[in-house]
Nanobody, 124 residues
Framework: VQLQAYGGGSVQAGGSLRLSCAAS????????MGWFRQAPGKEREFVAA????????YYADTVKDRFAISRDNAKNTVYLQMSSLKPEDTAVYYC??????????????????WGQGTLVTVSS
């Protein structure tokens, strides 16, 4: 699976952005898709994931109720809709895919494929 993330940019605090991640490969629908981010000087952290089995979604507490992950299997694309953005959301965002199934905290790690990052900058 090859992943291509795009849609990053600069936005003011309180604004919105939608990130997209296009995946190649015929078995996209059988992968758990996730988004991660890495802020300057910090480790990469989990943001959100969406299961392929029952469309369950999982979010980091820092983005819950502000971000929404969705996927369109027909388009081999996963999205991250980000709203009420804060300066602390500034980071390079990565999409990732993992085989198999997961739930809850199990979806926070174990990803097999990574896309290149897309930078999101939120100004105050």
């Amino acid at each position: 699976v090859q992943l291509q993330a795009y849609g990053g940019g600069s936005v003011q605090a309180g604004g919105s952005l939608r990130l997209s991640c296009a995946a190649s490969g015929r078995t996209f629908s059988s992968y758990v898709m996730g988004w991660f981010r890495q802020a300057p000087g910090k480790e990469r952290e989990f943001v959100a994931a969406r299961s392929w089995t029952d469309s369950s979604t999982y979010y980091a507490d820092t983005v819950k109720d502000r971000f929404a992950i969705s996927r369109d299997n027909a388009k081999n694309t996963v999205y991250l809709q980000m709203s009420s953005l804060k300066p602390e959301d500034t980071a390079v965002y990565y999409c990732a895919a993992r085989r198999g199934v997961c739930s809850g905290y199990g979806c926070y790690s174990g990803y097999d494929y990574w896309g290149q990052g897309t930078l999101v900058t939120v100004s105050s």
